[in-house]
């Protein structure tokens, strides 16, 4: 359910997912506010605790930067870079950057772009990883996934050695996607966000305390 409401004199979307839950939850993903509340709670109340967290949410809103545009002379950006995008029709469900510039090749400008970042951001992980636990690690290299998520930048699977990465991650400087990987693969050592675990993280990424408070403040 989509709705609007009036935060410090401006009008905002949100969206509401009901859930077999005691607590109503708040977050702000693609400039837009998700609501995550209880099948019974009303609108109003709803609405109520919006109003309560109103300062942190608008700030978090006017903080809000899109990665991309996708439409003819809108843009793209790619680990950390902003690219132009140009729409040269031919029918052919292929990009490329040339010049500086997105080339489409076809009016579906979002499924290709996607397609290209997912390729991308697959073919870069798959090298860093690699990279990264024959410095750092002792194990086999986990498969890679990328996937879209709405919520978490990536996830590790013990019972198939399998780390997902949310494609998103693709917009962002390259420091910040190691981080992530570094993350994920010290969950093969350490299942829980443990001291042990950050202790793990920071044998490898003594800076990563840096690197976690901007990904925070990244758009998922």
């Keep these: 359910m989509k709705k609007n409401i009036l935060l410090n004199n401006q009008i905002y979307s949100y969206t509401i997912t009901r859930k077999h839950q005691k607590n109503c939850y708040l977050r702000v993903n693609g400039g837009e506010i998700k609501v995550s509340a209880p099948i019974g ?21 006017d903080q809000f930067v899109s990665h991309y545009d996708y439409s003819n002379g809108g843009y793209v950006t790619i680990y950390g870079k902003r690219y132009p995008i140009r729409l040269e029709d031919r029918k052919q469900l292929h990009c490329d950057i040339i010049e500086g510039i997105m080339v489409v090749n076809h009016v579906n400008i979002e499924k290709v772009v996607s397609l290209y970042l997912k390729k991308e951001l697959y073919n870069y992980c798959v ?30 699977y013990h ?23 570094v993350h994920e693969l010290c969950h093969v050592l350490q299942k ?8 793990e993280v920071a044998l490898r990424m003594p800076d990563y305390k840096q690197r976690e408070q901007r990904l925070k403040k990244e758009n998922i």
């Design 41 to 61: 709670l009303s609108i109003d109340k709803i609405e109520q605790f919006i109003i309560t967290n109103t300062d942190a949410l608008v700030q978090a809103l």
């Design 159 to 181: 019972g198939i050695h399998k780390i997902t990465l949310n494609q998103s991650l693709v917009h962002l400087p390259k420091d910040l996607i190691d981080y992530v990987i």
């Design 192 to 199: 829980n966000h443990s001291k042990l675990f950050y202790h």
């Design 127 to 156: 090298v860093r990883t690699k990279e990264i636990i024959e410095a750092c690690f002792h194990f086999k290299q986990p498969s890679i996934e990328i996937k879209k998520y709405k919520s978490r930048w990536g996830s590790y």
